[in-house]
């Protein structure tokens, strides 16, 4: 005959000694990522991106311009050769195709999260985020900022940001959100 096991007792630790587990805080989350508050964070994640990355886009912006100058001083006879004029368009397709595949992307990547509930749950070690058939966990140590508006939450790791809206969370727990992020996260100002 086999006993049933009570599971009440705090767990042993590899020594013998008991596992005292303090009780953790987690504050909630949950909301429908609107699409203004997506363009929002993704514009103060882009203006947080790393240094390195900066300075990579404005050295292909560099490039960039002075090869329509070359393009537009390469005169040998006069007047604009057909090289020039190649060049010209290739630099202007650079630029329209930047922008319009920005568009693009932002629209596919809101588009995984429209009309999704999404959740969220801090605590002292980092938070749990998800929406319907996805979860993940992420630690404090792998974020590199935090932004604050009025509005919004934006955590940034890298070139990934995560939006959680002022909306979601109970008024008496931002607060505290507020202090965990402050204690886990650097603030970059908005």
Request: a positive charge.
């Amino acid at each position: 005959m086999l006993t049933p096991v009570n599971n009440s007792y705090p767990p042993l630790l590899g020594n013998g000694k008991l596992s005292i587990m303090s009780a953790q805080r987690v504050i909630k989350a949950r909301f429908i990522l609107q699409r203004d508050e997506f363009a929002k964070a993704k514009k103060l994640a882009l203006r947080n991106v790393p240094r390195r990355i900066k300075w990579a886009v404005w050295g292909q912006f560099g490039l960039l311009v002075a090869l329509f100058l070359a393009a537009v001083a390469y005169r040998p006879n006069g007047k604009l050769e057909t090289p020039s004029l190649i060049i010209l368009v290739i630099v202007w397709l650079v630029f329209v195709t930047g922008s319009v595949a920005q568009r693009g992307l932002e629209s596919l990547q809101f588009a995984r999260m429209q009309d999704k509930e999404i959740w969220y749950e801090f605590d002292e070690n980092g938070f749990r985020s998800g929406m319907p058939n996805s979860e993940s966990r992420v630690d404090w140590a792998g974020l590199t900022a935090r932004i604050e508006t009025d509005k919004l939450f934006v955590l940034l790791s890298g070139i990934h940001f995560y939006t959680i809206p002022t909306r979601s969370i109970a008024a008496e727990e931002i607060a505290s959100l507020l202090q965990l992020l402050a204690e886990k996260i650097p603030n970059r100002s908005t």
